[in-house]
């Protein structure tokens, strides 16, 4: 009975590495909260305070940008505001929306959302201090 040679046996060791690592990879990779929103514009898709309120957000969107700024549209006008998000000790990811308007239904997206849901085209927040006001943007 023959040995196998050892330089044989490296080669089909190398060729079995070689086929084994060229798998592809179907990991889908999900970009962080503030690239989703960055790259799309958004309505209010559902709005609740002690009831649903979402009609009052209707014909409006959001848009984010990198800089920090967001702007609220509707009926033809852009009102300004800031936007940033961190994630709390609780490891919470947490978007922060500040608008200086007298619109009282733009003043109501005034808060620190705890992000409770996300995928590429839905986020779902809910007020950081209270589980009572939910609020849910989806893609345009």
């Not at 709005?47 to 967001?70: A, C, I, W």
């Amino acid at each position: 009975m023959k040995k196998p040679k050892p330089l044989f046996a490296i080669f089909l060791f190398s060729l079995c590495l070689v086929f084994n690592g060229c798998r592809p990879d179907k990991t889908v990779f999900m970009s962080s909260t503030g690239e989703v929103l960055i790259k799309n514009v958004w309505t209010v898709d559902y709005y609740y305070n002690s009831q649903d309120m979402t009609d009052e957000f209707s014909s409006s969107r959001l848009l984010f940008s990198s800089t920090g700024v967001v702007g609220y549209q509707i009926n033809g006008q852009t009102i300004a505001g800031k936007w940033s998000s961190k994630i709390d000790a609780s490891n919470n990811e947490l978007i922060d929306l500040q608008f200086t308007t007298s619109n009282a239904n733009v003043g109501m997206l005034n808060e620190t959302w705890k992000l409770m849901d996300r995928s590429p085209n839905l986020l779902q927040f809910e007020d950081n201090g209270t589980t009572s006001v939910r609020f849910r943007i989806r893609t345009q």
